[in-house]
């Protein structure tokens, strides 16, 4: 037992309780001190602010004010101005809210508590520090802070009419504002009669009012830009206004897109009609139209889009919003060969959140016009586009009018190409292109007497 208790060997005791590593770390012999300088902050020093439960947007800059100092909030040293002059930074660039930042930590616990900046250079291996301000940035909703005012100042009158503008019914509104119109100007009770005859000067009020009229005046849209507001809001088809040539002034790049037109399928319409075959439609525009384009591929692909533009509207149904989209599966059944990716296209353009309101459905009409612009010229008989649309002959020339087409009947030589009676040629109507491109002018009203 005393041979096995001397061969064994004991282990040393570890004195912090971790081993030591048996290599040495190498350290730089050119281990740079840092040279530490206090510069004395003048009138102006770096702000640390502090956003206790704000959000502070970083675009918005603050304007600094310098304020006395009551009391110092501490023994002020030489050229020390944190010590005698307090920093106020404020802000009214937001909408809604006023940002103001305070130095608030005088009075209270952290009153003898100072705040210091340091900036280090590693190639020199110098810090300069200096003393910074702490300030703590508060914001203000300012709608509350104007009613507030507006309550403190206003009269019982003027609470009551407020009250009545808001509250009150057609008859009580018009009484307060014949009073407001007929009110007496106080300036004029206790004018000096004599000076009767002459021109009455101007008060600063009167003048901030003349000034904010002629720059009202001033931004008046004249009647062409009205026009041009009128498009952007009916969402028309543009138009080019500087071609010669009618059948020039809709094109495929600006009507359809050319994204558009690359993946629109013709190929099975063309192979049909080689092969002398009829091809149904739910469109009579786009049927009786085939034949004729038949060697023209990109006047098929404005017909097949256009078929899909008229379907498109057709399985809408009409409701208190407007036009709503069927269900997905009903509008893949419309779609045929074109891609899923042309319905999108349509979708986003023309509906919205899967309703096609008032203006939408105008708009896809409007577009639908212009096309047909393009597949026959000039000139388009609007009936076979009515009937697909299931419209009125006034709501369809309507239509054609707001894109920029005059409206005419149907000819003698047109009546007997299509083999109509005088009474059928009567209710047909042909918008007619022509250039330069001018849009129906805006009506302004008459002028009451």
Partial sequence: MAERTH???KRKREKDGSSKPSKRIAIEEEDKQIKMSLVESGKWAPVIASTPGLTFPSSISLEPYILQRGKPTSKPGKGSDIATKELLLHSSEHPKIDYTAREEE???SDNLLKHYVGVYDPE??????MEARKVVVRGVVRAHQATEDDNATATVRERRNDLGQTFGTKKAKKAIASVTENAIDQSKLFRDPSKANEPEKLTAANMALLGSLAESAANVPTREELGDASTSANTRPEGNKEVTDP???YAVDKVIGLDTMKIIPVRQWMETMKAKKEITTSSRFVARRLQ???QNPEKLKILRYMLLLIDFYNASSGGKFGRRLPKRDDLKKI????PEAALEGVKRKFTNAGI???QMSDSLIMYLCAMAFMVDGADVDTWDLKEDLKLETKQITIYFTQIGAKIASLGEVERKKLGLE???????RVAKLKAPLTYPKVSVGRRMR
């Fill in 292 to 294: 004729m384009h038949a």
């Fill in 422 to 428: 005088k009474a059928a040629a009567a209710q047909r």
């Fill in 124 to 129: 020199t291996g110098k810090m300069e520090v």
């Fill in 247 to 249: 059948t020039k002034i």
């Fill in 106 to 108: 005088a009075g209270g």
């Fill in 335 to 338: 779609l045929g060969d074109m």
């Fill in 7 to 9: 061969r064994e060997k």
């Fill in 356 to 358: 096609m309101n008032k």
